[in-house]
């Protein structure tokens, strides 16, 4: 079993930045693929970011590239979203997804863009 925890959201104007951290106990965290997703209001979740085991490389959604960077931290068991230059169209609840054998997905925190 693993058991995700997302936090770090919150209100920020449009421009502004927030970091969102995703903390992971259970099985070895660093046989973990990691993701980010978010949904928005009446719409499917979407596939934000993602990085492999090592940290070795990073995958984003179009909509998101160049603005946000995943990364991880193996000793902390937690992975990172920095988000700079946010929009509107990014306010959803963010979500951390953890693949191993199965998937295993955080709570979920919210992130309000305002313009």
């Known amino acids: 079993q693993v058991q995700l925890v997302e936090s770090g959201g919150g209100l920020v104007q449009a421009g502004g930045s927030l970091r969102l951290s995703c903390a992971a106990s259970?099985?070895?965290?660093?046989?973990?693929?990691m993701g980010w997703f978010r949904q928005a209001p009446g719409k499917e979740r979407e596939f934000v970011a993602c990085?492999?085991?090592?940290?070795?490389?990073?995958y984003y959604a179009d909509s998101v590239k160049g603005r946000f960077t995943i990364s991880r931290d193996n000793a902390k068991s937690t992975v990172y979203l920095q988000m700079n230059s946010l929009k509107p169209e990014d306010t959803a609840v963010y979500y951390c997804?953890?693949?191993?054998?199965?998937?295993?997905w955080g709570q979920g925190t919210q992130v309000t863009v305002s313009s």
């Open positions: 990085i492999t085991r090592s940290g070795s490389s990073t």
């Open positions: 259970g099985r070895a965290f660093s046989s973990h693929l």
């Open positions: 997804k953890a693949t191993v054998v199965n998937e295993y």
